[in-house]
C-alpha cells in the first residue's frame, strides 16, 4: 500500500525553527518528484517547496525561500522540510507530496507558530 507520513509539526515562536519529515511506505522515493504543500485555515492548500525527479535542483515559493529547505535522503527513504526563521504566516497544516502512483499526499502536520 502505497501511503506517505509526515511528522515534525508542532508550536514553535516566531524565529524558531521546525524539521519536518515524511515518511514512504510501499513504494521508494528513488527519483520521485518530491514537494511540501501547506493550508491555513481558510484558506486553499499553497505549494511551498519542491524537488524535481532527477537532479539535486529546488524550488521554493516566495514567502519561504530562503527559510525552508527541502530535502531528500534516499537511504533511509525519507523526505525533509528544514524550516527556520518562523513567521506567524506560515502557520498551516504541511502536507508531503510524491508523484508515486499518479500522485500521493500525507495526512499532513500541523505547524503553529505563536508566541
Known amino acids: 500500500q502505497v501511503q506517505l507520513v509526515e511528522s515534525g509539526g508542532g508550536l514553535v515562536q516566531p524565529g524558531g525553527s521546525l524539521r519536518l519529515s515524511c515518511a514512504a511506505a510501499g513504494f521508494s522515493f528513488g527519483t520521485l518528484a518530491i514537494a511540501w504543500h501547506r493550508q491555513a485555515p481558510g484558506k486553499e492548500r499553497e505549494w511551498v517547496a519542491s524537488m524535481p525527479a532527477t537532479g539535486r535542483t529546488t524550488f521554493y515559493a516566495d514567502s519561504v525561500k530562503g527559510r525552508f529547505t527541502i530535502s531528500r535522503d534516499n537511504a533511509k527513504n525519507m523526505v525533509y522540510l528544514q524550516m527556520n526563521n518562523l513567521k506567524p504566516e506560515d502557520t498551516a497544516v504541511y502536507y508531503c507530496?510524491?508523484?508515486?502512483?499518479?500522485?500521493?499526499w500525507g495526512q499532513g502536520t500541523q505547524v503553529t507558530v505563536s508566541s
Open positions: 507530496y510524491c508523484s508515486v502512483a499518479g500522485g500521493r
